[in-house]
Nanobody, 121 residues
Framework: EVQLVESGGGLVQAGGSLRLSCAGS????????IGWFRQAPGKEREVVSC????????TYAYSVKGRFTIYSDNAKNTVYLQMNSLKTEDTAVYYC??????????????WGQGTQVTVSS
């Protein structure tokens, strides 16, 4: 069974840090990109960061560049999102997914259940 399980969310004050984890099982980790997405109330889900565990290539949304770092522990089939200098606008449910890009489209293997991140002022 393909599974992605997120953890590490919580309540933090602005300027603080959190580290999210996305643990995958039931599929070959290196064959997929792992992405972090977030969805704030009343807003659409947006991409935050992605990583290729095969070659460690990473991408970041402009809004988090320089504050968030994505990295992978392939031995544990786990991708982390280190979030520093958190802002109130980072408040959202954070989801990870495993996907491939085919002909320019994201083809999702699986989504995680999400973890809430709340940043207070």
């Amino acid at each position: 069974e393909v599974q992605l399980v997120e953890s590490g969310g919580g309540l933090v004050q602005a300027g603080g840090s959190l580290r999210l984890s996305c643990a995958g099982s039931g599929f070959t980790f290196a064959d997929y990109l792992i992405g972090w997405f977030r969805q704030a109330p009343g807003k659409e889900r947006e991409v935050v960061s992605c990583i290729s565990s095969k070659d460690d290539m990473t991408t970041y949304a402009y809004s988090v560049k320089g504050r968030f770092t994505i990295y992978s522990d392939n031995a544990k089939n786990t991708v982390y999102l280190q979030m520093n200098s958190l802002k109130t606008e980072d408040t959202a449910v954070y989801y990870c997914n495993a996907h491939q890009v085919r002909n320019g489209f994201m083809v999702v293997l699986q989504w995680g259940q999400g973890t809430q991140v709340t940043v207070s002022s």
